[in-house]
């Protein structure tokens, strides 16, 4: 894809630049693109590594911080309901201020994994659910990226998308016994395009749907279309998403990516 555009100038009389001129400026700017690229990576990384902390010390905090300070709290109330007086009294103002510092903390929790959402790149959360993937299956899905998606794909869009995305993964995760999954993300003036295919067992008897469900109908909302059925020559599966990236009137209810508990929330291979 283009980062730039290098541009070259003749200060003498020259007026044209000689054959070896324009080879080292092409080299030239080959390795100030992959300068670019390379620091893009690093950047990406450490954004990545940022949220995987957050999410980690939200977990922690939620789980086993929470759970301490719920427990010493049921103490101690107990231990007021024995005894009476002043004691009891300042026991239920300790109890009180524990409650309190779990709301606070829970408010910490919160803004912990809120934070920096909205103005995430798309494609650092796009690498966040391939990785999910890896992580449960032990290959790499190869990813092809057209167009210009972190630009173009509005922001109404992306949960939407990633949701797509995330349950493609998951199902192949869950169903597929796959050893190879193609992921194409494709963005055009028209539409954008989520396609996963995977070289598994197949669609097979699909015995009941509630993930493609939602998939089916966050496409149509957005007044697009999905499609499910076995992939090219008859091997695997493929899932295609596509939706226009202008709505047309008529298809202005969006369902809320709340309304549809499996989507976006469940790791791939993940257990009901
Ligand atoms: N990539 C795939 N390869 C093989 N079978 C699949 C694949 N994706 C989906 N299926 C089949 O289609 C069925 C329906 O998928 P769907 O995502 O709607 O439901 P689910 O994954 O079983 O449950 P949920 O998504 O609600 O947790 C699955 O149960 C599975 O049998
Ligand atoms: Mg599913």
């Known amino acids: 894809r283009a980062l730039g555009i290098l541009v070259l100038g003749t200060s003498g009389p020259l007026e044209t630049f000689s ?3 324009l080879e080292m400026a092409a080299a030239f700017a080959g390795q100030a693109a992959l300068s670019l690229e390379l620091a ?5 990384r450490e954004r990545l590594a940022v949220f995987e902390e957050r999410d980690r010390i939200a977990r922690d905090l939620h789980d086993v911080v929470i759970q301490r300070l719920f427990a010493t709290g049921l ?11 002043q004691a009891a009294n300042r026991l239920h103002v300790a109890a009180a201020e524990l409650d309190q510092t779990i709301a606070d903390i829970r408010q910490t929790i919160f803004s912990l994994t809120a934070a920096d959402l909205d103005d995430a790149d798309l494609g650092i959360e796009i690498r966040a659910i391939v990785a999910q993937t890896e992580r449960a299956l032990g290959i790499s899905p190869v990813i092809r990226v057209d167009g210009p998606i ?3 794909v509005p922001a109404a869009i992306r949960p939407h998308m990633l949701a797509a995305l995330q349950e493609a993964l998951s199902n192949i995760a869950r169903h597929a016994r796959a050893t190879r999954i193609d992921v194409l993300l494709r963005v055009s003036s028209a539409d954008i395009l989520v396609e ?14 509630s993930g493609l469900a939602n998939l089916r109908r966050r496409a149509l909302d957005l007044g697009g ?30 369902s809320s ?14 257990g009901r």
């Open 19 to 21: 054959r070896l001129d």
């Open 40 to 44: 893009r990576i690093h950047r990406d």
């Open 75 to 85: 103490q101690v109330q107990s231990l007021a309901r024995v005894l009476d007086g």
């Open 150 to 152: 972190d630009r173009r």
């Open 196 to 209: 996963v295919r995977d070289d598994g067992c197949g669609p097979g008897g699909a015995s009941r749907s």
């Open 225 to 254: 279309r999905m499609g499910f059925g076995p992939g090219e020559n008859g091997i695997g599966t493929t899932v295609t998403w596509l939706v226009p990236l202008v709505t047309p009137p008529g298809a202005l209810h969006v």
């Open 257 to 270: 990516p709340t309304d549809d508990p499996a989507a976006g929330q469940r790791p791939p291979g993940g």
